[in-house]
Each structure stands twice: as structure tokens, then as C-alpha cells.
């Protein structure tokens, strides 16, 4: 009995507290991270798996069971699964890509075709884009949903995929309903080089005016929208990685709970064959 509610005060850390629980499994081998992971729900799986570091992620995923690998990936937003796969063997990687819905596949390619840790590699596809010869009505009656929710101004896409200009929401839904999306975009816009390297997008000046740029290749073509927060994260997280330290188990856990971490430790790894000390 004292076994079994240990193992469910253990699993209720990986649920519930997924950043304390990826700190311990940074001490623990990739496979027996794969295995703690493998038995919970995909979305609780997800959670700890993402707040690991990403080399360590990789790692994991890399040692973990296809079928369950394969749901994290299909979760996961589009730029992070890219970075995760980069991290992947290649035939593994290839397996994984391959069985997801043709439509998700291709916006992770997308992504795995830009280098890493550019501008093109940390841009999300997945956002909405609006063709210049629609009207203000008509696009307040196709995307109401996905203009309540945007954050930033809207990319404009020709039929060639060529970025021609950004659509303040704000300004789109104060002009006349009549007016074409052409008429109401901004033309002259601040766009990010598909190329640009990490250290340029992250200190990019446009940045004091914009909270998110789209990034294009050479020819115009518009990859995806790339956010301030996400380009100081990934510059914040490749500056401190090679200079990480371990953390103890203990230290990770210590203020989660005031007594009996090692049982709680013990119940979590021992069924997965927890790494000898």
C-alpha cells in the first residue's frame, strides 16, 4: 500500500509539476526517461517532455516507443517538433515524419529545410495568412475565430506564396467592409531574412516596435511568423546550454515537498529501471 501511494504521489509530480519533474529526469538516463514518460497520458507526457532542455528532449524521444513518440510529435507546435526531429536520429526521424497527416508534415518540412537556429528554423507556419484580393467583409466572415485571437499584424500572401504586406487587425475591422485587403495592408513592412542568424534575430532593432516579424526567403517567399519571446527564448537557451549544471535530485524537488523524496524518487524510477547511483 505505502509502494502504491508513493507511485501515485510520484506520477502526480510528472502531471501536475511538469518543470520539477523534467529536472529530475535530466539525472536520469534517456531510456529510463522514455519510460516514465511512455506511462503517462500523451498530454501529461508532452508537458514534462517540452520542459526539458532540448538536447536532453532529443534524447529522449530518440529511445522512446514509435507509437508513443509519435502522438508527442503530432501535439507539438510545429517549431518545436522541427527542433526536436533535427535532434533525431535520421532514420528515426524520417519513421516519425512520415506517419503524421500529410498537412502537419509538410509545415514541419518546411521548417526542417531552413537552417538551425535562424531566423527561418524558429518561424511557425502555422498562422493565418490572408490572400489580398479578399474583402474586409469577407474576411471578417471566413477568420472572426482566428482574428479574435490575433496578436499580432496579419501576413498577406500572394498566390506565388510572396509576402506583399501585414494587415493590422484593428485597422481591418475600422475600414469599410467593402475595402480589399489590398487597399488596407501595409506594404513597406520590417521582415526578418530566412538566413539570419540566431544573434542577429535576437538583438534585431525592430523589435522595440514589433512583438512578432514575418520571415521570408530571398525570392519573397513567406515562411512563417517568428515572435520576440520565442527568439529571446531560443537565444536565452542556446546561450546557456553548453554552460548547464546538473541539478540534484533533492535540490529540484526539495521545495515541492518537505519529506520523503527518495521514496517518492524510488516509486517514480524503479518500475522503469531507474539508473544505479
Known amino acids: ?13 510528472l502531471r501536475s509539476r511538469p518543470d520539477e519533474a523534467a529536472r529530475v529526469l535530466q ?3 534517456p531510456a529510463v526517461s522514455a519510460r516514465a514518460l511512455e506511462a503517462l497520458r500523451p498530454e501529461q507526457g508532452l508537458g514534462v517532455l517540452r520542459a526539458l532542455p532540448r538536447p536532453t ?8 516507443e514509435e507509437a508513443k513518440a509519435r ?3 503530432q501535439r507539438m507546435p510545429t517549431g518545436a517538433a522541427a527542433s526536436l526531429l533535427r535532434r533525431l536520429p535520421v532514420e528515426k526521424g524520417a519513421v516519425l515524419l512520415a506517419a503524421l497527416p500529410a498537412d502537419r508534415r509538410r509545415g514541419i518540412e518546411s521548417l526542417l529545410r531552413q537552417r538551425p537556429r535562424t531566423a527561418g528554423g524558429l518561424a511557425n507556419p502555422d498562422v493565418l495568412v490572408l490572400d489580398p484580393g479578399l474583402s474586409a ?15 499580432y499584424d496579419i501576413p498577406v500572401v500572394d498566390a506565388e506564396g510572396i509576402l506583399v504586406g501585414l494587415l493590422s487587425p484593428r485597422r481591418l475591422t475600422s475600414a469599410s467592409k467593402s475595402s480589399p485587403i489590398a487597399d ?20 534585431h532593432a525592430a523589435w522595440q516596435i514589433h512583438a512578432a516579424l514575418p520571415v521570408v526567403e530571398t525570392n519573397g517567399v513567406f515562411i512563417g511568423m517568428l515572435s520576440r519571446a520565442a ?12 554552460a548547464e549544471r546538473p541539478v540534484s535530485t533533492s535540490q529540484a524537488l526539495g521545495d515541492v515537498f518537505g519529506l520523503g523524496v527518495g521514496g517518492i524518487v524510488d ?3 524503479q518500475p522503469f529501471g531507474r539508473e544505479p547511483s
Open 1 to 13: 500500500m505505502a509502494h502504491h501511494l508513493k507511485r501515485r504521489l510520484a506520477e502526480s509530480v
Open 27 to 29: 539525472q536520469q538516463s
Open 57 to 64: 528532449a532529443g534524447s529522449v524521444l530518440a529511445v522512446m
Open 71 to 73: 502522438e508527442l510529435v
Open 137 to 151: 467583409r469577407e474576411v471578417l466572415v471566413r477568420f472572426r475565430v482566428e482574428l479574435i485571437h490575433a496578436t
Open 184 to 203: 488596407l495592408m501595409t506594404q513597406q513592412c520590417d521582415r526578418l531574412p530566412s538566413r539570419l542568424p540566431l544573434s542577429s534575430v535576437a538583438t
Open 231 to 242: 527568439s529571446l527564448s531560443e537565444w536565452t537557451e542556446a546561450s546557456s546550454e553548453s
Open 267 to 269: 516509486a517514480l524510477f
